[in-house]
């Protein structure tokens, strides 16, 4: 088991300006995941974040909107940058505990919105 | 990504057994089943995962067709708390990413 923490749980925020989220692990993981879950909807993967390497992104998610850093083994950011109204959702961070097949482990989500 | 079908919402009686269905008729060889639900105002929490045969944990059963093409979530009694969105999610075992559908939202009835 893993226990995550995301700062902020909230924030709103003024368009055009950027937000750095946080994640923080009580354990050493090696798959971070950040995902974006708008209202009333299902959660949307954005990249995969290992340790050392440069974070994955999936199809529709480029870095220079969401950049990544991943500096250790129990600890992520998520930057949205240059924010929109479109931007307002709640982001996620997971990670996986060992491999193959484990759960992942879901932190409550930062809830952001752009005015 | 192989797709799962579920229905989009689902009630049942608080106390009794819930059997959440889902389809997955491309799913490969390769592909674990996996359930995770979203409490309101929560982050996804993993219920349960398998490859072939049934599984039963402290939350849950799964249920596996022979075929694999199909899996059925059971609660063996639902309590209010299990009011969540339940997410059906075909995994590759090569794979670590997870890839969420629309997934089942189950309203539980005092």
């Known amino acids: 088991s893993a226990v995550i923490s995301q700062k902020p749980s909230r924030d709103i925020c003024q368009r055009g300006t950027s937000l750095t989220i946080q994640c923080q692990v009580d354990?050493?993981?090696?798959?971070m995941f950040w995902y974006r879950q708008q209202p009333g909807q299902s959660l949307t993967l954005i990249a995969t974040?290992?340790?050392?390497?440069?974070?994955?992104?999936e199809s529709g998610f480029v870095i220079d909107k969401f950049p990544i850093s991943r500096p250790n083994l129990t600890f992520s950011t998520l930057t949205v940058s240059n924010m929109s109204p479109e931007d307002s959702s709640i982001y996620l961070c997971?990670?996986?505990?060992?491999?193959?097949?484990?759960?992942?482990?879901f932190g409550d989500g930062t809830r952001l919105s752009i005015l | 990504d192989a797709k799962t079908t579920q229905p989009n919402s689902m009630e049942s009686n608080e106390e009794e057994p819930v059997h959440l269905p889902c389809n997955h008729s491309?799913?490969?060889?390769?592909?674990?089943i996996h359930w995770y639900r979203q409490l309101p105002s929560q982050g996804p929490e993993y219920v349960i995962h398998?490859?072939?045969s049934n599984v039963n944990n402290r939350m849950a059963s799964l249920a596996i067709a022979e075929d694999r093409k199909s899996s059925t979530l059971i609660l063996h009694r639902a309590t209010l708390r299990d009011a969540a969105v339940y997410y059906c999610?075909?995994?590759?075992?090569?794979?670590?990413?997870?890839?969420f559908g629309k997934g089942t939202r189950l309203h539980i009835l005092p």
């Open positions: 997971s990670v996986e505990v060992g491999r193959g097949q484990g759960p992942q482990h």
């Open positions: 354990s050493q993981v090696t798959m």
């Open positions: 974040a290992n340790q050392g390497s440069e974070a994955t992104y």
């Open positions: 491309t799913i490969s060889g390769t592909d674990y």
């Open positions: 398998g490859l072939t």
């Open positions: 999610i075909l995994r590759d075992v090569r794979d670590d990413k997870i890839i």
